[in-house]
C-alpha cells in the first residue's frame, strides 16, 4: 500500500523559503512519476512540479520554474519541493502525488487525474 506522507510546510514572510518534503512508502517506486501540486482556498488543484523516480527526470511549468525545484532521494524514498521568493498568493495546501507510468510527457506528468496516490496535505501560508 503505497503512503506519501508530508513535511516541512508552516508560515512564512513574503520573500522567504521553505523546503518540502515526501516520503513515500509501499513500493519500490521504479516505474513511478512523483508530483507537487497546491490547492489554495477556493481553488482547484494546481500542478506544480514532477519528477521521475527513475532517472529524475523533470518537469515544471514555465511559470513555476524561477520558483520551484523538485528533487528526489532514492536511498531515502523521499522527494522535495524547494519553494523561494514566496509570496502571500503561495498561501495553499500542498500536496506530495505519485503516479504508475512510464510515459513521462508534460501532459501526463502533470494531469492531476493520473495520480492515484496523494498525501495528506500541508499546508503552507505566506504573511504579508
Known amino acids: 500500500q503505497v503512503q506519501l506522507i508530508e513535511s516541512g510546510g508552516g508560515s512564512v514572510q513574503a520573500g522567504g523559503s521553505l523546503r518540502l518534503s515526501c516520503t513515500a512508502s509501499?513500493?519500490?517506486?521504479?516505474?513511478?512519476?512523483m508530483g507537487w501540486f497546491r490547492q489554495a482556498a477556493g481553488k482547484e488543484r494546481e500542478f506544480i512540479a514532477a519528477?521521475?523516480?527513475?532517472?529524475?527526470?523533470?518537469f515544471s511549468p514555465d511559470s513555476k520554474k524561477k520558483q520551484f525545484s523538485i528533487s528526489r532521494d532514492t536511498a531515502k524514498s523521499t522527494v522535495s519541493l524547494q519553494m523561494s521568493v514566496l509570496t502571500p498568493e503561495d498561501t495553499a495546501v500542498y500536496y506530495c502525488?505519485?503516479?504508475?507510468?512510464?510515459?513521462?510527457?508534460?501532459?501526463?506528468?502533470?494531469?492531476?487525474?493520473?495520480?492515484?496516490?496523494w498525501g495528506q496535505g500541508t499546508q503552507v501560508t505566506v504573511a504579508a
Open positions: 502525488a505519485a503516479q504508475q507510468s512510464n510515459i513521462y510527457t508534460s501532459y501526463v506528468l502533470s494531469d492531476v487525474a493520473r495520480y492515484g496516490y
Open positions: 509501499g513500493d519500490d517506486f521504479y516505474e513511478y512519476a
Open positions: 519528477i521521475t523516480w527513475h532517472g529524475g527526470v523533470t
